[in-house]
């Protein structure tokens, strides 16, 4: 009866040539139904016509053209999916930028490829591999050459004898605490330990529990001491790694293979992250098969902008990822907002404090910056399921020591191999090493019991005072305030710097004051996108903080009295990286990167 009544009114509101409007909910209901209806019968009979006519196709050709036109249907579709959420999440312009660069880097690779000038980039090349041979390939007369096995053994002795001697080879002064980061020393009585450490262990392979016991109490127990200090949940669990960029590929595998298996994901997966996350992420998503969507950072907190990551995320993330502090800026992203949007989306969120290691974690602790809230980068952010943490930077321990650590089990096995039918027998490894030298953990053991607590909070006390020493300089001093600005604010052990737009703008060169300090026995890491130097400040760095400032103003001073009498930039890493951000270079810059790597295993 009340069908009769909404149809009795549909008819009675209904007028020849004027689209119907609804007059109340029951009409509107009616009124979609009734269309809905109608296009799914014209829809039947163009689908019964269109394949199953015999006047069109017969069989079997109804059911071939059926199928090719689902898969048309199926790619327009996925491509037509795709451009409408790159869109959304780099919006227009910016897309536009990303074609344009796109199109422009292949014509001029295109161009570069012609044998005229191909061969001019090659001499070009060709002249910069011998500088960089020059610089790399560092020998000596008096060095003993070994091309090949010799035919018999050194003694111990003229082993030793050369092990010094090829310690004597020109290199950056890191001894008196001159490079930046790289060198993470905690003193020669740790030295001393951890070389007795390796000595009684060094036949060790964390591969055979069962064969050294001890070194498997030791790592867990270092699994466990580093999950304390970035406030584990219950439940929580890890292992140890090689270094940082391996718990960085375990944790992009880690999250791959979890939205496989808890979410059905096949193909297509995105991961998310800021423009300064660390390149291991991007080797882990070239490694596995994942897209890398990078983000900007906000213009003002050189953060990752939440804003951009929103946009971004769709059915396919399988992780986003933030850092605690990132490598280039030492600026800590905002984990808080990130781990929001991870909550609301159902996403894992790694936090990468490698870098920051036990300088982060002991912030708080330490007291440095007094009562000032510090931002929250730990397992106490509800939405954080993974940190990687490097304990050979500021935990002291040996190089090749890092930590990957998960809010659950769930997600650490999915970052284990298991062959359970293997010839050889049942086969399982945690990690992407097989064989891993126990030794090495055991020396990361022995470091992190001989420091406790107390002693990290002071080494974090004195570098990061150091580095908050530095930045208060860089805004503070007449010369350095006026030509340089430090980028953000960095709260940890890492600061960088820029030039300012106004001096920048006019051809004035951070790559050029950097190759002045250099002169001066300083190594500042030189940075991209903006220009920018950057000094991780080390236990080595802290006597000598003063005479780093002021060479920086010295520095300063001669960069000025050269830009103001010369027009033409003398900058060797200048030149590289304007190739590096050229799309009219493209692919030579990744060439130059190739011919360093080769020339690390020339003799």
């Not at 740790?190 to 262990?201: D, I, M, S």
Request: charged letters at 20%.
């Amino acid at each position: 009866m009340s069908d009769n009544i909404v149809v009795n009114s549909y008819l009675s509101g209904k007028s020849f040539g004027v689209p119907y409007m609804p007059r109340d909910f029951p009409e509107l209901v009616f009124y979609i139904k009734t269309f809905i209806y109608s296009y799914t019968i014209q829809t039947f009979y163009w689908f019964s016509e269109r394949y199953f006519s015999e006047q069109v196709f017969t069989y079997p050709w109804n059911y071939l053209a059926l199928a090719r036109d689902v898969w048309i249907t199926w790619v327009v579709w996925t491509k037509l999916s795709y451009f409408v959420s790159w869109i959304r999440g780099y919006g227009i312009v910016r897309s536009l930028r990303a074609l344009y660069r796109n199109v422009s880097t292949r014509v001029f690779k295109f161009i570069l490829s012609l044998p005229i000038i191909k061969n001019k980039v090659d001499s070009e090349l060709a002249a910069t591999l011998v500088k960089m041979e020059k610089e790399l390939m560092k020998n000596d007369d008096s060095l003993l050459q070994f091309p090949s096995l010799p035919e018999q053994g050194l003694s111990k002795d003229a082993i030793v004898e050369e092990l010094d001697k090829l310690q004597e080879l020109k290199h950056s002064n890191w001894v008196d605490g001159r490079v930046s980061g790289a060198v993470y020393h905690g003193g020669d009585d740790l030295l001393e330990l951890q070389a007795e450490a390796y000595r009684k262990y060094s036949v060790a392979n964390q591969l055979h529990p069962d064969v050294f016991p001890g070194v498997r109490k030791m790592e867990a127990e270092v699994v466990a001491m580093v999950l304390e200090i970035f406030n584990g949940p219950k439940g929580s669990c890890g292992s140890t790694t090689s270094g940082g960029t391996e718990s960085l590929l375990l944790a992009g595998l880690a999250a791959r293979e979890y939205a496989k298996r808890k979410k059905g994901l096949t193909s297509n997966f995105e991961v998310i992250a800021p423009v300064t996350i660390h390149a291991g992420i991007e080797k882990a998503c070239y490694y596995f098969g994942m897209r890398l969507h990078k983000v900007d950072l906000d213009p003002k907190t050189y953060q990752v902008d939440l804003k951009k990551v929103k946009r971004l995320i769709n059915s396919n993330t399988v992780l986003l990822v933030g850092s605690a502090p990132n490598f280039p800026h030492g600026i800590i992203d905002d984990i808080e907002g990130l781990s929001d949007l991870a909550v609301k989306y159902n996403i894992p969120l790694h936090v990468d404090a490698c870098l920051g290691s036990f300088i982060v974690t002991f912030l708080e602790r330490s007291k440095v910056h007094g009562d000032v809230d510090l931002p929250k980068f730990d397992f106490r952010v509800p939405g954080v399921t993974s940190i990687s943490c490097d304990t050979h930077k500021y935990g002291f321990a040996p190089k090749g020591s890092s930590i990957i650590m998960y809010r659950n089990t769930q997600l650490r096995e999915c970052q284990y191999y298991i062959s359970s039918d293997w010839t050889g027998g049942m086969y399982g490894s945690p990690t992407l090493a097989g064989s891993r030298p126990g030794a090495l953990m055991v020396g990361c053991w022995a470091t992190l019991v001989n420091y406790g607590i107390a002693g990290y909070e002071k080494s974090c006390r004195d570098i990061v005072s150091s580095a908050m020493k530095v930045k208060k300089a860089i805004r503070s001093d007449k010369v350095l305030s006026t030509y340089l600005e430090v980028i953000g604010e960095p709260v940890a052990s890492v600061i960088s710097f820029k030039v300012k737009d106004e001096y920048a703008k006019k051809k004035f060169s951070v790559y050029e004051l950097g190759d002045i300090l250099k002169k001066k026995g300083w190594h500042f890491s030189t940075l991209q996108h903006p220009p920018a130097l950057h000094f991780a400040f080390t236990k080595l760095t802290i006597p000598i903080v003063d005479e780093m400032l002021a060479d920086l103003v010295s520095s300063v001073h001669e960069l000025v009295d050269h830009w103001e009498n010369s027009t033409t930039p003398s900058s060797d890493v200048a030149t590289i990286y304007g190739v590096a951000g050229s799309v009219r270079t493209a692919g030579v810059a990744d060439k130059v990167i190739v011919a360093f790597l080769d020339t690390l295993y020339k003799i």
